[in-house]
Every structure is written in structure tokens, then in C-alpha cells.
């Protein structure tokens, strides 16, 4: 059992333009979202019929339906979820509340995860999951808790238990664990490609190979964590550098990895192509002031998130109107 965080934060309109020209100038798609993107409406099956719901609800709903999750916390725009999904969250007996973006920090939640609030705002990525965490059953125990994105509608509920399960054996050790979902084609139905990773782990999902020896592997809209056990006022930055094609994004990965004193990852994984999952584990670690686990897993479909754009919109669309889960 384990309680869930589920991310459903908004940027201001500053922040969106900004992002919707990276989009138009480094990506070449149009950005859509001008709403409130958690409660963007997507149209799916159910029962052989056609039903629209909020993107968030896809994600509720997996973790309403499933036993390993035992209370869920959602961090947004209280006001307007509570208008559109209040009748559909009372409906369930598991617990649910929701935490407003906008509220602050309290002294003591400051001191106690060492804060440092220029880096780590009360109301960005770090913020929302530390307030989220603090409003948990997990911060009582100072436990793990599993972060989901909201805006992942094609992730299952047996994706979410097998990763859970999985990650047992590590959170003694380990303070972030993340699914390093394998991607057995070049790319996948949105056309991205994969981070091409020598898998030196004892998960081993495929013999197929490239001819370095390596798989390729994309992070998911999940991930375990527990923020007592590594520096918190590094994840905006890590947010923010997630989107590697920008080359600004590139060049400042290149600055942090050799600040850590890993001056050869550019030519490890371009050049010699010898990169593996247990080097990568080893500089995030290093970065989050932290243990960090990658377990590979299987689950493509847990990939598929919605950025905003309008080419996100109608793929994500279609593969929901073929596979109903």
C-alpha cells in the first residue's frame, strides 16, 4: 500500500508562451493548450461508446480501481477541479483531497526539507510535490509515495502495481525510483526516440539490441520518491532539463554532468556509445544528493503524455479510441 501524489499544476501565461515558442522553434508542432491542461476533455470508449472525460480522470480512475493505492493527494487548481470532478472523487470511499497550487509554505515544512525557497517555489514542480508529500499519510511515516503526471491517460493500472511492486526491493536504498520503460523500435507512435542505454541491470526485458549493445529506454509520467532522502531544491532544474533537444538544454546538461565530475558522458553516449543505466543511475544520484534506481520495465503506453500540442492531441486521442483502458 502506498499513497499517491498526483501532479496537476499550471504555469502562468508568461511560462506558456514561453514554452508554446520552444515548441514552434526546436520541436516544429503547434501548441494548443491555453486552458487549464488537467481538465482538457478527451473522448474514449466505454462500453462501445463514445464518452468524453478530463485528462485527469484517466489517471484517477487507475488509482481509485486499484488496492496498492491506499489514499490519493492532488496538487492544482483546487477551485476548478473541485467544480468538474467534486461529484466524481466522493463517489469513490477512498480517501482524496486536493491541495491548491497557490497556497504556501509553512515555516516548519521549510526547515523541515531544507528549503531553499528561491530554488524550490511554492508554487513550481518542487513545490507542489513537497506540499503534496507533507499533506500525505507518507510524511507521517516518512515513507515513499508514488508522483504521477496527470496528463498521462494511456497508463494503466497494471503498469502502476507492477512498478510499485518492483521498487519494494529498493526503497530501503534508494530515494527516487523511476521505470525505465524499454522501447523496442527505433521510435514510438509520436515519433520520439528512445535514450540508447547499455542495460547492466538484472531486469532484463529483450535480447534485441543495437549493434553497441544498447536498448532504448523513456522515462514514464511516474515515479517513487521519498523527500526526506534527497535534496528537493534540485527538481525544478532536473524538470526543466527534460526536454533534451533544445540545445540550450543539451549545453547546460553538459555543464552539470561535468561539474559532477563526469566530463566524458557527450562522448560516452555519442561517441563510444557505451553509456549505461547504472552510470546514469550514479550521476542523478550525484545531482539529487540522493540514491536514484532505474528499473527497466515494459509499458510503452505509460510514455504517452500530453505536452499541449495539437499533434499530441489528436495521436493521444486516437490510441485512446482504440484501446479503451
Request: proline letters at 3%; glycine letters at 6%.
Amino acid at each position: 500500500m502506498i499513497s499517491a501524489i498526483v501532479m496537476a499544476g499550471y504555469n502562468n501565461k508568461w511560462a506558456v508562451k514561453k514554452y508554446a515558442k520552444i515548441v514552434a522553434e526546436h520541436y516544429g508542432e503547434e501548441f494548443i493548450e491555453t486552458g487549464y491542461k488537467p481538465l482538457r476533455e478527451f473522448k474514449t470508449v466505454v462500453n462501445g461508446k463514445k464518452v468524453s472525460k478530463p485528462l485527469i480522470q484517466f489517471t484517477l480512475e487507475k488509482l481509485f480501481g486499484t488496492d496498492i493505492i491506499d489514499e490519493i493527494v492532488i496538487v492544482g487548481h483546487r477551485m476548478l477541479l473541485e467544480q468538474r470532478l467534486g461529484n466524481f472523487i466522493t463517489g469513490f470511499q477512498k480517501p482524496c483531497r486536493i491541495v491548491n497550487q497557490s497556497t504556501t509554505y509553512s515555516q516548519e515544512i521549510i526547515k523541515r526539507f531544507k528549503i531553499l525557497p528561491r530554488k524550490a517555489k511554492y508554487n513550481s514542480v518542487a513545490g507542489n510535490m513537497i506540499k503534496g508529500y507533507a499533506a500525505s499519510a507518507a510524511n507521517r511515516n516518512r515513507s515513499h509515495v508514488l508522483y504521477l503526471a496527470s496528463d498521462s491517460p494511456l497508463t494503466t493500472a497494471r503498469f502502476i502495481e507492477n512498478f510499485v511492486q518492483l521498487s519494494q526491493a529498493y526503497q530501503k536504498d534508494c530515494a527516487i525510483m523511476f521505470p525505465a520503460v524499454l522501447m523496442e523500435n527505433v521510435t514510438d507512435k509520436l515519433g520520439r526516440s528512445s535514450l540508447k542505454l547499455i542495460n547492466d541491470t538484472k531486469h532484463q526485458l529483450s535480447d534485441k539490441k543495437d549493434i553497441h549493445g544498447r536498448q532504448g529506454f523513456r522515462l514514464s509520467s511516474v515515479m517513487i520518491a521519498n523527500p526526506y532522502h534527497f535534496d528537493i531544491n534540485t527538481a525544478n532544474t532536473a524538470y526543466n532539463l527534460r526536454k533534451a533537444l533544445n540545445p540550450n538544454v543539451q549545453l547546460r546538461l553538459f555543464r552539470i554532468t561535468r561539474s559532477l565530475g563526469y566530463a566524458n558522458v557527450y562522448s560516452k553516449y555519442f561517441f563510444k556509445k557505451d553509456l549505461s543505466i547504472t552510470e546514469v543511475e550514479n550521476i542523478t544520484s550525484a545531482f539529487f544528493n540522493g540514491r536514484l534506481k532505474l528499473i527497466p520495465i515494459k509499458g510503452e503506453e505509460s510514455t504517452y503524455d500530453y505536452d499541449g500540442t495539437e499533434y499530441e492531441f489528436r495521436c493521444i486521442s486516437d490510441m485512446l479510441n482504440c484501446d479503451p483502458e
